[in-house]
T-cell receptor, first 114, second 114 residues
Framework: AQSVTQLDSQVPVFEEAPVELRCNYSSSVSVYLFWYVQYPNQGLQLLLKYLSGSTLVKGINGFEAEFNKSQTSFHLRKPSVHISDTAEYFCAVSSTSGTYKYIFGTGTRLKVLA | DVKVTQSSRYLVKRTGEKVFLECVQDMDHENMFWYRQDPGLGLRLIYFSYDVKMKEKGDIPEGYSVSREKKERFSLILESASTNQTSMYLC?????????????FGDGTRLSIL
């Protein structure tokens, strides 16, 4: 079985400051990892994904994430946030084999302050 | 660009009614999913379908059923709506299953059961 933990339910940060949103996962098999963003009153859209290869993954809107297998983490970072980054962010995993299911974390609400 | 369209953004129904939520995708994707999103609980999988007329239960199927008669359309049915089914419902699709395919989401249907 797999699980995803997003420890921070809310993260306030000032505009132009750096931010890190944490994601830890648990799995007995290899996984693929994803970060999604949800703006108010919209569905989720893909920010970035880790499938294999380089552990540092770059996504859209200046976000990046680093896969750390030993710590089973996939934290999302941005060096300088904008007001428009205010949204909810979801980490998700899927198995490299087996079921069709994706497991989502409970989400982190990022609030960028002026 | 993949387009996943949910028929209603907002829906208000009464307890005991049979409710249909419709979802259409335009990219010939094999897999389609219905999630329920509640604050603090993230996304929970209700049902998914990996082919026409094929379906599998997710984590919270009780009180729901689904129908997939055509590849592009996946319907969620609340057999007898109850107030605890008030929630945001998200439909998603993904290409052939290999686990590394990201999901594409609709904008959601906010359903209120009175």
């Amino acid at each position: 079985a797999q699980s995803v933990t997003q420890l921070d339910s809310q993260v306030p940060v000032f505009e132009e400051a750096p931010v890190e949103l944490r994601c830890n996962y648990s799995s007995s098999v290899s996984v693929y990892l994803f970060w999604y963003v949800q703006y108010p009153n919209q569905g989720l859209q893909l920010l970035l994904k880790y499938l294999s290869g380089s552990t540092l993954v770059k996504g859209i809107n200046g976000f990046e994430a680093e896969f750390n297998k030993s710590q089973t983490s996939f934290h999302l970072r941005k060096p300088s946030v904008h007001i428009s980054d205010t949204a909810e962010y979801f980490c998700a995993v899927s198995s490299t084999s087996g079921t069709y299911k994706y497991i989502f974390g409970t989400g982190t609400r990022l609030k960028v302050l002026a | 660009d993949v387009k996943v369209t949910q028929s209603s953004r907002y829906l208000v129904k009464r307890t005991g009614e049979k409710v249909f939520l419709e979802c259409v995708q335009d990219m010939d994707h094999e897999n389609m999913f219905w999630y329920r999103q509640d604050p603090g609980l993230g996304l929970r999988l209700i049902y998914f379908s990996y082919d026409v007329k094929m379906k599998e239960k997710g984590d919270i199927p009780e009180g729901y059923s689904v129908s997939r008669e055509k590849k592009e359309r996946f319907s969620l049915i609340l057999e007898s709506a109850s107030t605890n089914q008030t929630s945001m419902y998200l439909c998603a699709s993904s290409d052939y299953w290999s686990g590394n395919q990201p999901q594409h989401f609709g904008d959601g249907t906010r359903l209120s059961i009175l």
